[in-house]
């Protein structure tokens, strides 16, 4: 064998073994802003051995329970107050890894162009899972529009609403099907997710959205026997990176903000 061969041979060795060494780590994801954040940091990862197999989502079910059957390494979705309810009335065990983002809540319509126009009775549409209802009623209440019982409940129902001096008509429907159906009621409370999907930007679109206080950051999730591994941490530490804070910051233009 000659010199050159000898070197191609070593050469495609090396290849093979860094291939074989390399780690996959698979994290369920909403489209938007989580995926395209997972894709931003995948070639990171990559350098460092780890293998990320990112696969989308449109609902905030499945990802947990992928999770949890061990079918799925972690997920990236969530704020922690949803997490603590699935875990609840799921009886799953599921951990935080890190906060990454916040994602500012916010109240759409197409039929006017601000709270004050909302006509006695008008039909409000917000999620149906019990912490973004919650979520978008406390925004409600801050716009002034109604009052709470308890005014700092995050799961509240509209059967918690003490005065409702519209006399606003509330509809609780998946947090997935509001865009579609904002042109059949009057206001829709949307995670921006899933308005940055349907082309809506909430810095420009959103009659009321939450602050940069808000307390819903977006975690990154696992499982208590995955959460500590070395592959798990390294996406943690790309996911709270420089490059990651300026990426989020160049594209999302203030609807989505790092929480770090």
Do not use: C, W
Request: glycine share 4%; aromatic share 6%; net charge negative.
């Amino acid at each position: 064998m000659n010199f050159k061969k000898t070197l191609a041979v070593f050469a495609a060795a090396a290849t093979f073994s860094v291939a074989a060494s390399a780690e996959e780590l698979s994290v369920a994801a909403t489209p938007v802003p989580h995926a395209e954040i997972l894709e931003f940091v995948k070639p990171t990862l990559a350098e460092q051995g780890v293998e990320l197999d990112v696969k989308v989502f449109t609902d905030y079910i499945q990802p947990n329970i992928q999770v949890d059957q061990k079918r799925m390494d972690a997920n990236f979705f969530q704020h922690q107050p949803y997490l603590d309810e699935f875990n609840e009335g799921r009886g799953t065990n599921l951990v935080t890894v890190t906060g990454v983002h916040v994602e500012p809540f916010g109240a759409y319509s197409s039929k006017i162009d601000s709270l004050d126009a909302l006509e006695d009775g008008a039909v409000v549409a917000i999620p149906n899972d019990p912490t973004n209802g919650g979520r978008a009623l406390l925004l409600l209440q801050k716009a002034g529009l109604i009052k709470l019982k308890d005014a700092s409940k995050i799961t509240a129902t509209p059967r918690d609403i003490a005065e409702n001096p519209k006399n606003l008509d509330f509809k609780e429907l998946e947090a997935a099907t509001l865009p579609r159906i904002l042109n059949q009621v009057d206001l829709a409370l949307i995670n921006t997710n899933y308005a940055l999907e349907a082309g809506l930007n909430p810095s420009e679109d959103a009659l009321v959205i939450e602050g940069s206080e808000s307390p819903y950051v977006n975690i990154l999730v696992a499982r208590p026997d995955n959460k500590d591994s070395e592959a798990m941490q390294k996406l943690a530490a790309a996911l709270k990176s420089e490059a990651v804070k300026d990426f989020i910051m160049e594209k999302y233009e203030g609807a989505v903000v790092p929480a770090f």
